[in-house]
């Protein structure tokens, strides 16, 4: 009779070790914005921005300055995100026809034991792959946000009570959550109430790059004022930081801050004011003053959304981990790219993968504060077009290698001597335009020769 009650008692410790190590894996919230610039954080330098809230989740942990997303849109940079894999590579455009047989973050995590959830804006596949189980995927709610809010509730309140009942519901076991909330994209329209808020700002022009001082030219052109306007657009962003602020609450209060990775970044830079009538994705816009609205900064950084100029693709990467990840830290040395987004979780989640099948890195050590995250292969831009513009980055150059006329001249910039792109060096420097131009040109020769996409998908 001992023999099995020996059995059971060694059953019963290996299934208490089994569970004690499945909740050591660390909890993991990734918070995206849309089309919210490098400094439109009070953190990254804005002027006037109100985001307290994401300035003590970066106190409470590691901002990063040389982040740089995967697209200059919305898709290519989730893309990027969920499978280490550039968005160029896919034949159809994402958005289109999803991921195909890639492997994602989600998938990898949920073999590994971890409830899965993803609420908010969805891009990265047809409506009808919008279901729970994709991607391995447990809950989806991409519809998040999309019912009528509250006159006092920002637009993304609801995304975020989803997601923090997920948590509850999760608490007891390791989950990775998506929370990606749709400000700031158009149609930037907070509530009054939060507008109120930033009654008494008056814009001091001279407080912002000369980047910046583009799109206040813009808006005035177009009969705007830019301190109305900027408002608007500052009120967006606190009704963001303030759900942010609920959730990073609630963490507190289940006992889970210390247990759980949170990220925070933005999908691409900010939008820029359309002179032509149109907003930022090319839609016809109303005969209204909407999209004089985004005022989105990019820092002292130069383009923005659409582009592959330094405003475009370099935003915000903020890491907290307690005890793991070091507070009150910047690192700007350390350059990092969404498509490590995959490789690093599974770094730290103990998920074995074969990093050559993926296009990024490997970039705990940065993450940890362990050392600088240097680069062994280049970041590379590139539209789902055939015979579209391309950019590339490895150490501290960057090309710009256009394809048409209209898209500007061959440019090479020193990065970390000029990141406000400002002196092209292609002239003094041939033999590294070459270099560059060959690695672009090899890159190009493995993508599709013919993509697949939907005209309007490219918000």
Same mark, same amino acid.
């Given at each position: ?25 660390? #909890? ?6 849309? @089309? ?8 990254y330098?804005?002027?006037y ?34 499978t ?42 047809p409506?009808?792959? #919008?279901?729970p ?17 509250a ?6 309140a ?32 907070p ?31 177009l ?6 306007? &900027?408002?608007?657009?500052?009120a ?5 930081d ?29 939008a ?87 296009d ?33 980055? @490895?150490?501290?150059?960057?090309? &710009? ?16 001597? @000029? ?41």
């Open positions: 009779m001992k023999t099995p009650t020996l059995l059971l008692t060694l059953c019963a410790l290996l299934f208490q070790i089994g569970t004690a190590a499945a909740q050591q894996k660390p #909890n993991i919230i990734f918070l995206l914005a849309d @089309d919210s610039g490098f400094a439109d954080f009070g953190c330098g804005h002027p921005a109100r985001t307290p809230n994401i300035d003590k989740l970066a106190a409470g942990g590691t901002r990063f300055t040389q982040f740089y997303a995967t697209g200059a849109t919305c898709c290519p940079t989730r893309t990027g995100l969920m280490s894999k550039w968005p160029a590579s896919y034949p159809t455009y994402p958005a289109d026809g999803g991921f195909a047989d890639r492997v994602t973050i989600t998938e990898l995590l949920h073999k590994q034991g971890y409830a899965t959830g993803h609420f908010g804006k969805w891009h990265i596949g409506e009808d792959q #919008n279901k189980g994709t991607y391995g995927i447990d809950v989806i709610s991409a519809a998040a946000g999309a019912a009528k809010k006159n006092t509730a920002g637009r993304d609801p995304i975020y009570d989803e997601a923090i009942r997920f948590i509850e519901q999760n608490k007891g076991k390791p989950f990775y959550l998506n929370v990606w909330g749709h400000v700031s994209h158009h149609k930037v329209d509530p009054q109430s939060y507008i109120d808020k930033f009654k008494d700002v008056i814009v001091d022009e001279s407080k912002f790059s000369a980047a910046m001082q583009e799109k206040f030219a813009a808006c005035k052109a009969g705007g004022n830019v301190s109305e306007h &900027m408002r608007v657009y500052l967006d962003i606190l009704s963001l303030e759900d942010i602020g609920r959730l990073l609450k609630r963490l507190d209060e289940l006992g889970l801050s210390e247990k759980t990775i949170v990220v925070f970044s933005t999908d691409q830079g900010s820029p004011i359309r002179t032509d009538g149109k907003k930022g994705g090319g839609q016809a816009e109303p005969a209204d003053n909407a999209r004089l609205h985004a005022m989105g900064y990019n820092g002292i950084y130069r383009g923005g959304k659409h582009g592959m100029e330094e405003g475009g693709v370099r935003v915000p990467w903020i890491v907290r981990w307690p005890g793991h990840v070091p507070a009150m830290r910047v690192d700007e040395k350390s350059v990092i790219s969404g498509a490590d987004f995959l490789p690093t979780l599974c770094a730290l989640t103990g998920v074995k993968i074969n990093l050559s099948d993926f990024g890195e490997e970039a705990s050590a940065a993450w940890l504060g362990k050392g600088e995250h240097v680069r062994t292969k280049p970041l590379l831009w590139k539209t789902s077009s055939p015979g579209s513009d391309a950019a590339i980055r @490895d150490a501290q150059w960057k090309l &710009m290698k256009p394809t048409r006329k209209k898209s500007g001249e061959l440019a090479l910039y020193d990065i970390i001597a @000029d990141p406000t792109e400002t002196t092209n060096l292609a002239d003094k420097h041939p033999d590294v335009v070459k270099k560059l131009s060959a690695k672009v040109e090899a890159w190009i020769a493995t993508l599709p020769k013919e993509y697949v996409k939907s005209k309007d998908k490219d918000e």
